[in-house]
């Protein structure tokens, strides 16, 4: 099974804010620790926000944090939320849908993997917290100016 980009970086996101213990973080500086799209992260922190996962403060000292304790916050609730679907394979309209065993076999191994991410927590994300920040610590502190064009 191989989860979408959206949910690789809602994760992302989740561990940096897990690492602040409720500080504000800002969208940029997440962008720019994991050195990925900000619009694409605008995104990911809206709908994570509109779902209760993060808190988002507007104005010029907001950012965002995590709305919940990292310890109340569950893996596998998170990832059916950032996914779309799971079936691993579409079924519909082959001619041995019918009799066929693989959509059963592959629905109950989607069932495990879900299984095992329910057992966890963000909390479990951040059991490394202070190598985390020393990681987070050692990413590029400054972002390239945008090019402009001479003419």
Not at 48 to 77: C, M, Q, S, W
């Amino acid at each position: 099974m191989k989860l979408t980009r959206y949910t690789d970086y809602a994760m992302r996101v989740m561990i940096r804010l897990g690492t602040h213990d409720g500080e504000l973080t800002s969208i940029a500086e997440i962008a720019r620790v994991y050195d990925i799209s900000h619009a694409n992260l605008m995104k990911v922190v809206q709908d994570l926000g509109n779902a209760g996962y993060v808190e988002t403060v507007r104005g010029r000292h907001g950012g965002v944090r995590l709305a919940r304790p990292a310890d109340k916050i569950n893996l596998g609730e998170l990832v059916r939320h950032t996914e779309a679907g799971f079936e691993l394979v579409d079924c519909r309209g082959c001619l041995i849908a019918p009799a066929c065993g693989l959509p059963g076999i592959l629905a109950e191994a989607t069932r495990a993997f879900l299984g095992v991410l329910d057992k966890y927590t963000v909390a479990d994300l951040l059991s490394r917290r202070s190598v985390l920040r020393e990681l987070f610590a050692l990413a590029p502190s400054d972002i390239e100016p945008a090019r402009t064009w001479q003419t």
